[in-house]
Nanobody, 118 residues
Framework: QVQLVESGGGLVQPGDSLRLSCAAS????????MGWYRQAPGKQRELVAQ???????KYADVVKGRFTISRDNAKNTLYLQMNSLKPEDSAVYYC????????????WGQGTQVTVSS
């Protein structure tokens, strides 16, 4: 079992930065493929970025060059550094954990709201 708790969301202006954190409880955090998803009103949940236990990273095209995903296995924590935020980045951001052989995440956090508005 893995429990995930996100933090760091908020209301910011276009061009600002935010750093999301996801604290994970449970064992063997380092083996999970960790991800950040987001869901805006009326839209499907979409993958923003993911990172494997070995550090392989994938980003959605719309956030490449602006967002950085990282993990600290010693602290059981996942991060998402978001720079140059745009209004279209507004969404609820969810942390996820997926066993490497599974195709979809098996664990989700409760989500944290990010709103980018002037």
């Amino acid at each position: 079992q893995v429990q995930l708790v996100e933090s760091g969301g908020g209301l910011v202006q276009p061009g600002d930065s935010l750093r999301l954190s996801c604290a994970a409880s449970g064992s063997m955090f380092s083996i999970y493929v960790m991800g950040w998803y987001r869901q805006a009103p009326g839209k499907q949940r979409e993958l923003v970025a993911q990172i494997t236990g070995g550090g392989n990273i994938k980003y959605a095209d719309v956030v490449k060059g602006r967002f950085t995903i990282s993990r600290d296995n010693a602290k059981n924590t996942l991060y998402l550094q978001m720079n140059s935020l745009k209004p279209e980045d507004s969404a609820v951001y969810y942390c996820s954990a997926r066993r490497p052989l599974n195709s979809v995440p098996g664990y989700w956090g409760q989500g944290t709201q990010v709103t980018v508005s002037s």
